[in-house]
Nanobody
Framework: QVQLVESGGGLVQPGGSLKLSCVVS????????MAWYRQPPGKQRELVAA???????TIIDSMKGRFTVSRDNAKNTVYLQMNSLKPEDTAVYYC???????????????WGQGTQVTVSS
């Protein structure tokens, strides 16, 4: 059983910062892509950022310069540092991971339960 648990969401004023964390636990051989998505109220879920076991992380253009994604492979954790937050960043933020389950490279995709981020004065 694999679980993804996000933390770090909350209420913040415009211009503020939050750092989200997502810990992957359970039966894990290794983790390939780890990503953050978000779903604003009344809208579809959208990709925010992605990290890979090696290589350069990807941030969606509209969030470049404000958001930073990083991961700690030893801790099976991915982070999303969000600065200069705007009301339009209000959303439920979800962690997503491609988890390799065993030496046969059997891989499954998992989602966290989401963490609410509200940007409001």
């Amino acid at each position: 059983q694999v679980q993804l648990v996000e933390s770090g969401g909350g209420l913040v004023q415009p211009g503020g910062s939050l750092k989200l964390s997502c810990v992957v636990s359970g039966r894990i051989f290794k983790i390939d892509t780890m990503a953050w998505y978000r779903q604003p109220p009344g809208k579809q879920r959208e990709l925010v950022a992605a990290t890979f076991r090696s290589g350069t992380p990807t941030i969606i253009d509209s969030m470049k310069g404000r958001f930073t994604v990083s991961r700690d492979n030893a801790k099976n954790t991915v982070y999303l540092q969000m600065n200069s937050l705007k009301p339009e960043d209000t959303a439920v933020y979800y962690c997503n991971a491609d988890v390799v389950l065993d030496v046969t490279m059997r891989t499954r995709n998992y989602w966290g339960q989401g963490t609410q981020v509200t940007v409001s004065s």
